[in-house]
């Protein structure tokens, strides 16, 4: 398995939108391998492959959420859950709405405040091709629609006024500029 570079803002790349991913075949494989790697060194909870500059639909996620304890316990250690999704496709979403503090890999130590639906109901393609279909809640709906968004060319900060998203990407070049700057 390798790491791979991580496209970011304002990098036009990330407005591609993505082609279906055709056979599930060793070459998807490894890419998966890669995309976990990447995401967990990153670190991140999520990774859609336009992100790696792979304009195809397919997204890993991990919440490295601590095993549930029962009350009183200390919460555990973070546990790996590592989820593919190929094709996915967002069926349904609820009308109850949640915000959450939202940050993404392309738009590095930016976050903001991101409405979306509560709850969805999913159908996708699984890592051994099969269709499969679930309804997610929680961090794990926020998570999936931030990344299905990815695969159409769509960022959070699209979420947000034009003033407040144009201040994010500036704030992301002007840090890599910086970065690059101590090191010349
Ligand atoms: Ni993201």
Known sequence: MSLLPIVTVPD?????????VERVD??????IGDMFETMYEAPGIGLAAIQVAVPRRLLVIDLQEPDPVAEG????????????????EI??????????????LSIPDQYAEIERPDTVRARWTDQQGRTQEGEFGGLMSVCLQHEVD??????????LSRLRRDMIVKKVVKARKDRLGHVL
Do not use: M, W
Not at 12 to 20: F, H, T, Y
Not at 91 to 98: C, F, M, T, V, Y
Not at 150 to 159: K, R
């Open 91 to 104: 069926l349904h979403r609820s009308d109850a709405r949640k915000t959450y503090n939202e940050g993404c």
């Open 150 to 159: 990815h695969l159409d060319g769509v960022l959070f900060i699209d979420h």
């Open 12 to 20: 036009p790349v990330l407005r591609a939108q993505s082609a279906p």
């Open 73 to 88: 316990e200390e919460e555990g250690p973070p546990v790996k859950r590592p989820h593919v999704f190929i094709n996915p």
């Open 26 to 31: 060793d070459d998807l494989q490894r890419l």
